[in-house]
């Protein structure tokens, strides 16, 4: 049994407005073992977003199921820790405040909460920003508060939609080699969605490839490359070249079938 599992997975959106509903997955199976590295990587629209709400629990699909550790997922959990593109920092507490924030919600007291925050602080390499503000923080800095908020509650799987996409290019490379060497320190299970096919390769322990709406698996790519990634090297020049082959291939195919999105009543 697999720590997470997708299993057949339909899920359609009504506008009620309209009277029409989108077909956005069709049909998905997908299983990700425990501490795998996944990248989700698919043309804009193909539900990339949508499966990993799943997983959160802040979606349902149409049909089929999500279950981790062979239970359906119903809901938001502790076990599933979310960052997003946007960090969304609560802009009036302290670095180490907003890290400790679902700490405060429990109404840990501030001496445990500061000290909870600290390692994971740590973690992302923040040291010594604990007391700033989110308006003193760059972007990238901004992210590493979100990416500690998610560590500190411990969670198995550590789902992350494009967190790195608004991020400029150096910045992006050192939070992606982080972020490496925080999924090999706790061991955690990612489930990571991107656009860009170099990042897929430079992270991902796995590489998933969905075709455009109604989204669907295209392609599921192991990937064994040694770390840190290099690059410049064969290697990743050859996988790379394969999966771009792939999504080319693939939006010719969306072109081609010019698919209305909706479908009318
Ligand atoms: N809440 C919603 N209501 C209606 N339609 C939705 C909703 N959420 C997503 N969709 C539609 O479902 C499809 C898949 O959207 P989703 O955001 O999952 O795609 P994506 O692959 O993450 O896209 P992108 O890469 O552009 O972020 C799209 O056609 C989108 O318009």
């Known amino acids: 049994m697999s720590f997470i599992q997708l299993n057949n997975i339909v899920k359609t959106f009504n506008d009620s407005q309209r009277q029409t509903e989108t077909l956005a997955i069709d049909d998905i199976s997908l299983s990700l073992e425990k501490k795998e590295f996944a990248c989700l990587l698919g043309p804009s629209g193909c539900g990339k977003s949508t499966l990993l709400n799943m997983v959160a629990g ?59 925050a600290q390692q994971y602080i740590d973690a992302v390499n923040l040291t010594g920003f604990e007391q700033h503000f989110p308006g003193a923080l760059s972007g990238g800095m901004a992210q590493r508060v979100g990416i500690a908020r998610a560590l500190l509650q411990n969670p198995a ?3 992350m939609d494009e967190p790195f996409a608004a991020l400029d290019a150096q910045t992006k490379l050192e939070m992606q080699e982080e972020l490496v ?68 291939e693939e939006a010719k195919l969306a072109h081609e079938a010019q698919q209305t999105p909706t479908i009318s009543h």
Request: aromatic share 8%.
């Open 181 to 248: 060497t925080i999924w090999q320190k706790y061991n955690s299970t990612i489930l990571f969605v991107t656009h860009s096919v170099d990042e897929a390769l430079i992270l991902g322990s796995r590489v998933v490839i969905m075709t455009h709406r109604p989204g669907k698996i295209r392609d599921d790519i192991k990937i064994d490359l040694e770390r840190p990634r290099d690059v410049t090297s064969n290697q990743f020049n050859e996988l790379k070249r394969y999966v771009l082959d792939v999504i080319r």
């Open 58 to 116: 802040f979606e349902y699909p149409t049909l089929g199921s999500v279950k981790i550790e062979n239970k359906v997922i119903t809901g938001p959990g502790a076990d599933r820790g979310m960052v997003f593109q946007q960090p969304n920092l609560m802009p009036w507490l302290p670095v180490w405040d907003n890290v400790a924030f679902s700490l405060k919600l429990q109404g840990v007291g501030r001496k445990q909460r500061q000290d909870a």
């Open 157 to 159: 799987v550590i789902l």
